[in-house]
């Protein structure tokens, strides 16, 4: 079965640092996704990774740990408009998702 | 370049009767997924289909099922509705098959059962 977890929500204030993590059990492994989504609207692609280590991008960077079973988001530099839904999703040949971990990003 | 577009974008059915929902990817993508959305369980995988294919399945009863056309366009039909499948439903486009592949999701459609 799979099981990936995520906090359910998470509260930082504009300029700040956010980590969001994902542990994860599954029967198969290929990468793992972030994906963001606001309310109302798709979910849209921020990073893959693949291999063990950190991957930035921007104000993004994603890391992934391929013996504990773990991933995290890191938001730097918190702008309002990053109040979102963080997603991570494992690929076992197909994509199984986290619930979802809502940031809220106060002024 | 146009993104995944998806129709109806909201529909209301009542309990028993049977819905078709529509997908069109992007241009030159050859891959569709899709996915339903609910607060309760989040984000949950359909299908995905390739070269009009169906080449992965989730989790879901066998009143969900899909097609693909050539032209990549897909279309989702759950038959005998129940208000359980009430949702958003996600379809999601790629270059090629497989999920290592960025996946570009529509807008969804937002299916009310009562």
């Known amino acids: 079965g799979q099981n990936i977890d995520q906090p359910t929500e998470m509260t930082a204030t504009e300029g700040a640092i956010v980590q969001i993590n994902c542990t994860y059990q599954?029967?198969?492994?290929?990468?793992l996704f972030w994906y963001q989504q606001h309310a109302g609207e798709a979910p849209t692609f921020l990073s893959y990774n693949v291999l063990d280590g950190l991957e930035e991008k921007g104000r993004f960077s994603s890391f992934l740990s391929r013996s504990k079973g773990y991933s995290y988001l890191l938001l730097k530099e918190l702008q309002m408009k990053d109040s979102a839904s963080y997603l991570c999703?494992?690929?076992?040949?197909?994509?199984?998702f986290g619930a979802g971990t809502t940031v809220t990003v106060r002024a | 370049k146009a993104g995944v577009t998806q129709t109806p974008r909201y529909l209301i059915k009542t309990r028993g009767q049977q819905v078709t929902l529509s997908c069109s990817p992007i241009?030159?993508?050859?891959?569709v997924s899709w996915y339903q959305q609910t607060p309760g369980q989040g984000l949950q995988f359909l299908f995905e289909y390739f070269s009009e294919t169906q080449r992965n399945k989730g989790n879901f009863p066998g009143r969900f099922s899909g097609r693909q056309f050539s032209n990549s366009r897909s279309e989702m039909n759950v038959s005998t509705l129940e208000l359980g499948d009430s949702a958003l439903y996600l379809c999601?486009?790629?270059?090629?098959?497989?999920?290592?592949?960025?996946?570009?999701f529509g807008p969804g459609t937002r299916l009310t059962v009562t």
């Open positions: 599954t029967s198969g492994f290929n990468g």
């Open positions: 999703a494992v690929n076992d040949y197909k994509l199984s």
């Open positions: 999601a486009s790629s270059l090629e098959a497989g999920s290592s592949y960025e996946q570009y």
């Open positions: 241009s030159g993508h050859r891959s």
